[in-house]
Protein backbone atom coordinates (compact mmCIF):
# COMPACT_ATOMS: atom_id res chain seq x y z
CA UNK A 1 0.00 0.00 0.00
CA UNK A 2 0.98 3.41 -0.77
CA UNK A 3 2.39 5.51 2.01
CA UNK A 4 -0.31 8.46 1.19
CA UNK A 5 -3.32 5.78 1.96
CA UNK A 6 -1.42 4.33 4.84
CA UNK A 7 -1.12 7.97 6.37
CA UNK A 8 -5.01 8.58 5.09
CA UNK A 9 -6.19 5.88 6.94
CA UNK A 10 -3.65 6.40 9.86
CA UNK A 11 -5.28 10.04 10.74
CA UNK A 12 -8.68 9.09 10.13
CA UNK A 13 -7.76 6.80 13.44
CA UNK A 14 -6.71 9.32 15.13
CA UNK A 15 -8.49 12.30 17.34
CA UNK A 16 -9.57 15.25 15.19
CA UNK A 17 -7.60 17.61 17.28
CA UNK A 18 -4.44 16.06 15.85
CA UNK A 19 -5.47 14.73 12.34
CA UNK A 20 -6.68 18.31 11.42
CA UNK A 21 -3.35 19.79 11.88
CA UNK A 22 -1.59 16.43 10.30
CA UNK A 23 1.01 17.19 7.48
CA UNK A 24 -0.79 18.01 3.91
CA UNK A 25 1.21 14.87 1.95
CA UNK A 26 -1.17 15.00 -1.04
CA UNK A 27 -1.77 18.61 -1.21
CA UNK A 28 2.59 18.48 -1.48
CA UNK A 29 2.89 15.78 -3.70
CA UNK A 30 0.21 17.99 -6.24
CA UNK A 31 2.93 20.85 -5.67
CA UNK A 32 6.20 18.46 -6.58
CA UNK A 33 3.98 17.88 -10.15
CA UNK A 34 4.01 21.79 -10.58
CA UNK A 35 7.11 21.76 -9.92
CA UNK A 36 7.84 19.14 -12.46
CA UNK A 37 5.85 20.74 -14.88
CA UNK A 38 7.65 24.19 -14.46
CA UNK A 39 10.97 22.75 -14.87
CA UNK A 40 10.31 21.43 -18.17
CA UNK A 41 8.61 24.19 -19.65
CA UNK A 42 12.15 25.54 -18.61
CA UNK A 43 13.64 22.71 -20.40
CA UNK A 44 14.80 21.50 -17.55
CA UNK A 45 14.00 17.43 -17.75
CA UNK A 46 15.01 15.48 -14.84
CA UNK A 47 18.29 13.98 -16.85
CA UNK A 48 19.60 17.09 -17.82
CA UNK A 49 18.91 19.04 -15.01
CA UNK A 50 20.76 15.77 -13.29
CA UNK A 51 23.96 16.17 -15.66
CA UNK A 52 24.00 20.07 -15.04
CA UNK A 53 24.08 19.77 -11.75
CA UNK A 54 26.61 17.54 -11.37
CA UNK A 55 28.89 18.97 -13.91
CA UNK A 56 28.38 22.18 -11.22
CA UNK A 57 29.44 20.08 -7.83
CA UNK A 58 32.83 20.89 -8.60
CA UNK A 59 33.89 17.57 -10.22
CA UNK A 60 32.52 15.58 -7.56
CA UNK A 61 30.25 13.26 -9.93
CA UNK A 62 33.15 10.69 -11.59
CA UNK A 63 30.43 10.16 -14.69
CA UNK A 64 31.35 12.20 -17.38
CA UNK A 65 28.54 15.01 -18.17
CA UNK A 66 26.52 14.71 -21.35
CA UNK A 67 26.52 18.57 -20.94
CA UNK A 68 29.00 21.15 -22.12
CA UNK A 69 31.30 21.87 -19.24
CA UNK A 70 31.14 25.44 -19.32
CA UNK A 71 27.52 25.09 -18.35
CA UNK A 72 26.65 24.39 -15.05
CA UNK A 73 23.36 25.07 -12.74
CA UNK A 74 23.66 25.45 -9.03
CA UNK A 75 20.27 25.01 -6.76
CA UNK A 76 19.76 27.63 -3.66
CA UNK A 77 17.42 27.93 -0.83
CA UNK A 78 17.47 31.19 -0.24
CA UNK A 79 16.03 32.40 3.19
CA UNK A 80 17.03 35.74 3.42
CA UNK A 81 13.79 36.87 3.55
CA UNK A 82 12.42 34.67 5.98
CA UNK A 83 10.71 32.05 4.06
CA UNK A 84 12.45 29.80 2.04
CA UNK A 85 12.80 30.86 -2.19
CA UNK A 86 13.90 27.92 -4.37
CA UNK A 87 15.61 29.26 -7.28
CA UNK A 88 18.45 28.01 -10.22
CA UNK A 89 21.92 30.00 -11.13
CA UNK A 90 22.60 29.37 -13.88
CA UNK A 91 26.27 29.61 -15.56
CA UNK A 92 26.91 29.56 -19.60
CA UNK A 93 28.88 30.62 -22.26
CA UNK A 94 26.89 33.73 -24.12
CA UNK A 95 25.23 32.21 -26.72
CA UNK A 96 26.48 34.69 -29.20
CA UNK A 97 30.13 34.21 -28.14
CA UNK A 98 32.51 34.26 -31.41
CA UNK A 99 34.93 31.89 -29.60
CA UNK A 100 35.63 29.13 -28.88
CA UNK A 101 33.18 27.76 -30.85
CA UNK A 102 30.17 27.34 -28.36
CA UNK A 103 28.41 23.34 -28.59
CA UNK A 104 25.47 25.24 -27.50
CA UNK A 105 25.48 27.43 -30.50
CA UNK A 106 26.19 24.42 -32.50
CA UNK A 107 23.17 22.42 -31.53
CA UNK A 108 21.14 25.82 -32.41
CA UNK A 109 21.74 25.77 -35.83
CA UNK A 110 21.72 22.21 -36.26
CA UNK A 111 18.17 22.08 -35.29
CA UNK A 112 17.21 24.75 -37.15
CA UNK A 113 16.98 27.54 -34.10
CA UNK A 114 17.33 31.01 -35.50
CA UNK A 115 19.82 32.91 -33.75
CA UNK A 116 17.78 36.96 -33.82
CA UNK A 117 19.65 39.54 -32.21
CA UNK A 118 17.07 39.21 -29.19
CA UNK A 119 18.84 40.47 -25.92
CA UNK A 120 15.70 39.51 -23.98
CA UNK A 121 16.31 37.41 -21.18
CA UNK A 122 13.59 34.99 -20.70
CA UNK A 123 14.21 34.27 -24.40
CA UNK A 124 17.50 33.20 -24.16
CA UNK A 125 17.34 31.48 -21.42
CA UNK A 126 14.32 28.96 -22.81
CA UNK A 127 16.04 29.00 -26.21
CA UNK A 128 19.07 28.01 -24.27
CA UNK A 129 17.33 25.03 -21.53
CA UNK A 130 15.89 24.23 -24.86
CA UNK A 131 19.28 23.65 -26.81
CA UNK A 132 20.77 21.61 -23.92
CA UNK A 133 17.54 19.17 -23.33
CA UNK A 134 17.83 18.24 -27.13
CA UNK A 135 21.47 17.92 -26.70
CA UNK A 136 21.03 15.25 -24.07
CA UNK A 137 18.97 13.16 -26.62
CA UNK A 138 21.20 13.90 -29.49
CA UNK A 139 24.59 14.16 -28.83
CA UNK A 140 26.20 10.89 -27.65
CA UNK A 141 29.99 11.36 -29.17
CA UNK A 142 32.05 13.91 -27.10
CA UNK A 143 33.53 16.59 -28.04
CA UNK A 144 37.46 15.35 -28.48
CA UNK A 145 38.38 18.02 -31.25
CA UNK A 146 40.85 20.51 -29.35
CA UNK A 147 40.14 24.12 -28.51
CA UNK A 148 42.21 26.47 -30.77
CA UNK A 149 44.50 28.77 -28.57
CA UNK A 150 44.72 31.18 -31.70
CA UNK A 151 40.71 32.31 -31.36
CA UNK A 152 41.44 34.57 -27.99
CA UNK A 153 40.60 34.02 -24.21
CA UNK A 154 37.08 32.07 -23.31
CA UNK A 155 34.34 34.95 -22.41
CA UNK A 156 32.74 35.39 -18.81
CA UNK A 157 30.45 33.00 -18.53
CA UNK A 158 26.32 34.67 -18.49
CA UNK A 159 25.11 34.11 -14.78
CA UNK A 160 21.35 34.24 -14.68
CA UNK A 161 18.78 33.63 -11.58
CA UNK A 162 15.94 31.63 -12.62
CA UNK A 163 13.16 31.73 -9.34
CA UNK A 164 10.96 28.69 -8.77
CA UNK A 165 7.68 29.44 -8.28
CA UNK A 166 5.94 25.84 -7.95
CA UNK A 167 8.69 25.17 -5.68
CA UNK A 168 8.66 28.14 -3.25
CA UNK A 169 4.82 27.06 -3.33
CA UNK A 170 5.52 23.82 -1.43
CA UNK A 171 8.42 24.66 0.62
CA UNK A 172 6.16 27.68 1.61
CA UNK A 173 3.18 25.20 2.42
CA UNK A 174 5.57 22.63 4.33
CA UNK A 175 7.45 25.38 6.68
CA UNK A 176 3.93 26.58 7.19
CA UNK A 177 2.12 23.49 8.21
CA UNK A 178 5.24 22.08 10.30
CA UNK A 179 5.31 26.11 11.59
CA UNK A 180 1.30 25.32 12.70
CA UNK A 181 2.15 21.99 14.20
CA UNK A 182 4.72 22.64 16.20
CA UNK A 183 2.42 25.84 17.94
CA UNK A 184 -0.59 22.73 18.09
CA UNK A 185 1.63 20.42 19.69
CA UNK A 186 2.50 23.51 22.48
CA UNK A 187 -1.48 24.10 22.83
CA UNK A 188 -1.86 20.21 23.35
CA UNK A 189 0.60 20.06 25.70
CA UNK A 190 -0.52 22.99 28.08
CA UNK A 191 -4.44 20.81 27.95
CA UNK A 192 -2.60 17.84 28.82
CA UNK A 193 -1.31 19.59 32.13
CA UNK A 194 -4.36 20.95 33.01
CA UNK A 195 -6.27 17.72 32.81
CA UNK A 196 -3.76 16.13 34.43
CA UNK A 197 -4.32 18.47 37.32
CA UNK A 198 -7.69 18.14 37.77
CA UNK A 199 -6.90 14.41 37.61
CA UNK A 200 -4.31 14.58 40.29
CA UNK A 201 -6.61 16.44 42.95
CA UNK A 202 -9.15 13.65 41.95
CA UNK A 203 -6.73 10.72 43.35
CA UNK A 204 -5.99 12.55 46.15
CA UNK A 205 -9.36 13.30 47.21
CA UNK A 206 -10.11 9.75 46.49
CA UNK A 207 -6.42 8.28 48.46
CA UNK A 208 -6.64 10.72 51.55
CA UNK A 209 -4.92 8.55 54.58
CA UNK A 210 -6.58 6.09 56.52
CA UNK A 211 -5.61 7.81 59.86
CA UNK A 212 -5.32 11.15 58.86
CA UNK A 213 -8.22 11.97 61.28
CA UNK A 214 -5.66 10.86 64.21
CA UNK A 215 -4.69 13.50 66.65
CA UNK A 216 -0.81 12.98 66.94
CA UNK A 217 0.73 15.90 66.23
CA UNK A 218 4.22 15.60 64.02
CA UNK A 219 5.97 18.22 66.01
CA UNK A 220 5.77 16.00 69.48
CA UNK A 221 8.23 16.64 72.41
CA UNK A 222 11.43 15.35 72.89
CA UNK A 223 9.99 13.46 76.18
CA UNK A 224 7.59 11.79 74.37
CA UNK A 225 7.83 7.73 74.25
CA UNK A 226 7.91 6.55 70.66
CA UNK A 227 7.51 3.11 72.07
CA UNK A 228 3.84 4.12 73.34
CA UNK A 229 2.70 5.35 70.02
CA UNK A 230 -0.14 3.18 68.20
CA UNK A 231 -1.45 2.74 65.16
CA UNK A 232 -5.51 3.36 64.32
CA UNK A 233 -6.27 2.10 60.61
CA UNK A 234 -9.03 4.19 59.98
CA UNK A 235 -12.74 2.97 59.43
CA UNK A 236 -13.40 5.49 56.84
CA UNK A 237 -13.56 4.79 53.08
CA UNK A 238 -10.67 5.52 51.22
CA UNK A 239 -8.97 3.84 47.78
CA UNK A 240 -5.33 4.21 49.08
CA UNK A 241 -4.36 1.20 48.67
CA UNK A 242 -5.85 0.76 45.13
CA UNK A 243 -4.35 3.30 44.25
CA UNK A 244 -1.11 2.16 45.31
CA UNK A 245 -1.39 -1.02 43.74
CA UNK A 246 -2.58 0.89 40.30
CA UNK A 247 0.57 3.03 40.12
CA UNK A 248 2.76 0.28 40.90
CA UNK A 249 1.44 -1.62 37.91
CA UNK A 250 1.62 1.14 36.26
CA UNK A 251 5.84 1.65 36.89
CA UNK A 252 6.23 -2.16 36.33
CA UNK A 253 4.75 -2.25 33.21
CA UNK A 254 7.36 0.34 31.62
CA UNK A 255 4.84 1.30 28.38
CA UNK A 256 6.09 4.35 27.31
CA UNK A 257 10.33 3.62 28.29
CA UNK A 258 12.77 1.36 28.68
CA UNK A 259 14.78 2.05 32.04
CA UNK A 260 17.04 -0.63 31.86
CA UNK A 261 20.35 0.03 31.04
CA UNK A 262 21.01 -1.89 28.31
CA UNK A 263 17.69 -1.51 26.09
CA UNK A 264 17.06 2.33 27.31
CA UNK A 265 14.70 4.63 25.44
CA UNK A 266 11.33 5.39 23.71
CA UNK A 267 9.76 1.99 22.68
CA UNK A 268 7.88 1.68 19.42
CA UNK A 269 4.44 1.78 18.86
CA UNK A 270 3.57 -1.57 18.51
CA UNK A 271 5.36 -2.09 21.81
CA UNK A 272 3.58 0.63 23.54
CA UNK A 273 -0.01 -0.64 22.41
CA UNK A 274 0.70 -4.53 23.89
CA UNK A 275 2.19 -3.17 26.92
CA UNK A 276 -0.87 -0.49 27.56
CA UNK A 277 -3.29 -3.59 26.60
CA UNK A 278 -1.20 -5.74 29.31
CA UNK A 279 -1.59 -3.21 31.64
CA UNK A 280 -5.27 -2.89 31.21
CA UNK A 281 -5.95 -6.71 31.98
CA UNK A 282 -3.73 -6.89 34.47
CA UNK A 283 -5.99 -4.21 36.48
CA UNK A 284 -8.79 -5.52 35.44
CA UNK A 285 -7.92 -8.66 36.19
CA UNK A 286 -6.95 -7.82 40.19
CA UNK A 287 -10.23 -6.11 40.56
CA UNK A 288 -9.05 -2.72 40.17
CA UNK A 289 -11.35 -1.50 37.25
CA UNK A 290 -14.64 -1.91 39.36
CA UNK A 291 -15.93 -1.53 42.75
CA UNK A 292 -14.23 -4.75 44.41
CA UNK A 293 -11.16 -3.02 45.56
CA UNK A 294 -12.23 0.99 43.90
CA UNK A 295 -14.86 1.60 46.49
CA UNK A 296 -15.44 5.45 45.79
CA UNK A 297 -17.05 6.09 42.46
CA UNK A 298 -15.55 9.10 41.74
CA UNK A 299 -12.24 7.04 42.02
CA UNK A 300 -13.45 4.91 38.88
CA UNK A 301 -13.77 7.85 37.24
CA UNK A 302 -10.53 8.75 38.05
CA UNK A 303 -9.24 5.81 36.62
CA UNK A 304 -10.83 5.70 33.61
CA UNK A 305 -9.66 9.40 32.89
CA UNK A 306 -6.42 7.41 34.17
CA UNK A 307 -6.45 5.14 31.30
CA UNK A 308 -7.62 7.82 28.37
CA UNK A 309 -4.49 10.18 29.36
CA UNK A 310 -2.15 6.86 28.28
CA UNK A 311 -4.07 6.44 25.18
CA UNK A 312 -3.99 9.79 24.17
CA UNK A 313 0.38 10.16 24.90
CA UNK A 314 0.12 6.89 22.50
CA UNK A 315 -1.99 8.81 19.35
CA UNK A 316 0.11 11.85 19.97
CA UNK A 317 2.85 9.72 19.44
CA UNK A 318 1.45 8.55 16.35
CA UNK A 319 0.77 11.55 14.88
CA UNK A 320 4.32 12.83 15.71
CA UNK A 321 6.02 9.80 14.11
CA UNK A 322 3.44 9.99 11.28
CA UNK A 323 4.23 13.19 10.43
CA UNK A 324 7.82 12.97 10.57
CA UNK A 325 7.73 10.34 8.23
CA UNK A 326 5.40 12.44 5.66
CA UNK A 327 7.82 15.20 6.52
CA UNK A 328 10.87 12.67 4.93
CA UNK A 329 9.03 10.66 2.44
CA UNK A 330 7.79 14.08 0.43
CA UNK A 331 11.23 15.28 0.61
CA UNK A 332 12.70 12.27 -0.92
CA UNK A 333 9.76 12.30 -3.54
CA UNK A 334 10.48 16.15 -3.99
CA UNK A 335 14.23 15.26 -5.32
CA UNK A 336 13.81 12.16 -7.02
CA UNK A 337 10.73 13.83 -9.22
CA UNK A 338 12.23 16.76 -9.89
CA UNK A 339 16.14 15.76 -10.07
CA UNK A 340 16.67 18.54 -7.44
CA UNK A 341 18.59 17.88 -4.41
CA UNK A 342 17.45 18.07 -1.09
CA UNK A 343 20.92 20.24 0.03
CA UNK A 344 22.30 23.20 -1.74
CA UNK A 345 25.47 24.68 -1.25
CA UNK A 346 25.17 26.59 1.86
CA UNK A 347 22.48 24.00 4.01
CA UNK A 348 23.31 20.48 4.94
CA UNK A 349 20.07 19.41 4.52
CA UNK A 350 16.58 21.14 3.52
CA UNK A 351 15.06 20.54 7.05
CA UNK A 352 17.75 23.12 8.55
CA UNK A 353 15.67 25.40 6.88
CA UNK A 354 12.36 24.14 8.24
CA UNK A 355 10.48 24.26 11.57
CA UNK A 356 11.45 21.53 13.38
CA UNK A 357 10.54 20.27 17.60
CA UNK A 358 13.80 19.44 19.28
CA UNK A 359 12.08 17.64 22.12
CA UNK A 360 9.43 14.22 21.90
CA UNK A 361 6.21 15.38 22.94
CA UNK A 362 5.46 11.98 24.01
CA UNK A 363 7.91 11.65 26.38
CA UNK A 364 7.54 15.28 27.76
CA UNK A 365 3.77 14.08 28.49
CA UNK A 366 4.78 10.93 30.31
CA UNK A 367 7.35 12.78 32.07
CA UNK A 368 4.06 15.39 33.38
CA UNK A 369 2.68 12.07 34.12
CA UNK A 370 5.54 10.53 36.39
CA UNK A 371 5.85 13.69 38.32
CA UNK A 372 2.76 15.18 38.47
CA UNK A 373 0.33 12.19 39.14
CA UNK A 374 2.33 8.94 40.27
CA UNK A 375 4.13 11.11 43.02
CA UNK A 376 0.71 11.94 45.42
CA UNK A 377 0.68 8.12 45.93
CA UNK A 378 4.02 6.96 48.49
CA UNK A 379 5.63 4.27 47.74
CA UNK A 380 6.56 1.85 50.25
CA UNK A 381 10.19 1.38 48.58
CA UNK A 382 10.73 5.00 49.18
CA UNK A 383 10.54 4.33 53.60
CA UNK A 384 11.60 1.08 54.03
CA UNK A 385 14.61 0.11 56.54
CA UNK A 386 17.98 0.14 54.97
CA UNK A 387 18.76 -3.62 57.01
CA UNK A 388 15.66 -5.41 57.37
CA UNK A 389 13.85 -3.98 54.21
CA UNK A 390 10.17 -3.67 55.70
CA UNK A 391 8.47 -0.21 57.06
CA UNK A 392 10.94 1.66 59.15
CA UNK A 393 8.10 2.51 61.12
CA UNK A 394 8.70 4.26 64.48
CA UNK A 395 12.09 5.37 62.40
CA UNK A 396 15.15 6.37 64.12
CA UNK A 397 17.46 8.94 61.77
CA UNK A 398 21.17 8.77 62.93
CA UNK A 399 22.88 11.84 63.34
CA UNK A 400 24.69 10.76 60.08
CA UNK A 401 21.22 11.20 58.23
CA UNK A 402 20.67 7.43 57.96
CA UNK A 403 17.32 6.17 58.65
CA UNK A 404 16.53 2.72 60.65
CA UNK A 405 13.67 1.36 62.47
CA UNK A 406 13.77 1.68 66.04
CA UNK A 407 14.08 -2.74 66.28
CA UNK A 408 17.27 -2.94 64.21
CA UNK A 409 18.80 0.17 65.81
CA UNK A 410 17.81 -1.64 69.66
CA UNK A 411 19.55 -4.90 67.62
CA UNK A 412 22.62 -3.03 67.01
CA UNK A 413 23.06 -1.33 70.53
CA UNK A 414 22.67 -5.09 71.67
CA UNK A 415 25.38 -6.07 70.10
CA UNK A 416 27.24 -3.19 70.43
CA UNK A 417 27.68 -1.99 67.08
CA UNK A 418 29.08 1.63 66.93
CA UNK A 419 28.79 2.49 63.49
CA UNK A 420 26.54 3.29 60.95
CA UNK A 421 26.02 0.22 58.23
CA UNK A 422 25.46 2.83 55.34
CA UNK A 423 28.59 5.26 56.25
CA UNK A 424 30.40 3.80 59.19
CA UNK A 425 30.31 6.99 60.95
CA UNK A 426 30.29 6.06 64.88
CA UNK A 427 26.79 6.76 65.72
CA UNK A 428 25.11 4.29 66.73
CA UNK A 429 25.66 3.89 70.22
CA UNK A 430 25.10 7.46 71.00
CA UNK A 431 21.28 7.13 69.27
CA UNK A 432 18.47 7.60 72.02
CA UNK A 433 14.99 8.94 71.82
CA UNK A 434 15.77 12.54 70.46
CA UNK A 435 16.57 10.67 67.39
CA UNK A 436 12.82 9.87 66.48
CA UNK A 437 12.26 11.43 63.28
CA UNK A 438 8.59 12.62 64.97
CA UNK A 439 7.44 13.64 61.59
CA UNK A 440 8.29 10.77 59.24
CA UNK A 441 6.49 8.69 62.17
CA UNK A 442 3.14 10.49 61.34
CA UNK A 443 3.48 10.58 57.77
CA UNK A 444 4.12 6.42 58.19
CA UNK A 445 0.79 6.09 60.21
CA UNK A 446 -0.92 8.15 57.49
CA UNK A 447 0.29 6.61 54.09
CA UNK A 448 1.07 3.50 55.59
CA UNK A 449 -1.27 2.20 58.07
CA UNK A 450 -1.56 -1.35 57.45
CA UNK A 451 1.98 -1.78 56.92
CA UNK A 452 2.62 0.16 60.20
CA UNK A 453 0.61 -2.00 62.18
CA UNK A 454 1.82 -5.13 60.87
CA UNK A 455 5.60 -3.72 62.01
CA UNK A 456 4.35 -2.99 65.42
CA UNK A 457 2.71 -6.53 65.66
CA UNK A 458 6.15 -7.86 64.39
CA UNK A 459 8.28 -5.75 66.61
CA UNK A 460 5.64 -6.30 70.13
CA UNK A 461 6.09 -10.01 69.50
CA UNK A 462 10.45 -10.31 68.40
CA UNK A 463 10.55 -7.68 71.66
CA UNK A 464 8.70 -10.35 74.02
CA UNK A 465 10.43 -13.17 72.60
CA UNK A 466 14.12 -11.81 73.31
CA UNK A 467 12.75 -11.15 77.05
CA UNK A 468 11.71 -14.50 77.38
CA UNK A 469 14.94 -15.46 76.18
CA UNK A 470 16.77 -12.69 78.54
CA UNK A 471 14.68 -14.81 82.03
CA UNK A 472 15.57 -18.07 80.39
CA UNK A 473 12.41 -19.00 78.77
CA UNK A 474 12.28 -20.87 75.62
CA UNK A 475 9.91 -19.15 73.42
CA UNK A 476 9.27 -21.24 71.34
CA UNK A 477 8.14 -23.99 73.55
CA UNK A 478 4.53 -24.41 74.28
CA UNK A 479 2.60 -24.11 78.01
CA UNK A 480 1.76 -27.91 78.96
CA UNK A 481 -0.34 -27.56 81.68
CA UNK A 482 -0.97 -31.15 84.04
Known amino acids: MHFSK ?26 INQVVTELA ?18 GKGKEKATVPAHARVEYELNSASGVIEPRLRLFVDPPDA ?37 QKAQDSEPDTEPPDPTEGP ?6 MVIPLASDSAFFQLLATTLEALSEHL ?55 YAWRQIFQLYVEAEIFENVSERHRGERSIEDVEERLRLFVERVTKQGLGDGRKLRLKHSRTALESFLQLN ?40 LVLLPASST ?27 ICTSLAFKPIRLSCGHLF ?44 AEEAAAKQKQNEEEATNEHLREIGLDPDQKCIVM
Open 360 to 386: SLPRILVQELGTTLLPIIPSLDDYACL
Open 311 to 350: LFILNVKKFELANAEATRKILKKHAKRTALPATDNHNTNA
Open 405 to 448: CVRCLVKMQKRGQADCPMCRAPCVLLADKTNVDWALLNFMRDWF
Open 154 to 159: TPTPVE
Open 6 to 31: TYAQLLQELPPELSQNAIQYRQLKKL
Open 186 to 240: LTIRAQFVETLQELTKSVSDAARPSSSSSGFKVHSPLNANAGVVGVDVGSSKSDL
Open 98 to 134: PSPPSRIRELGDAEGVEEEPDHNAASQQVALLWALQR
Open 41 to 58: SLGLGPSVLQDLLRTGAS
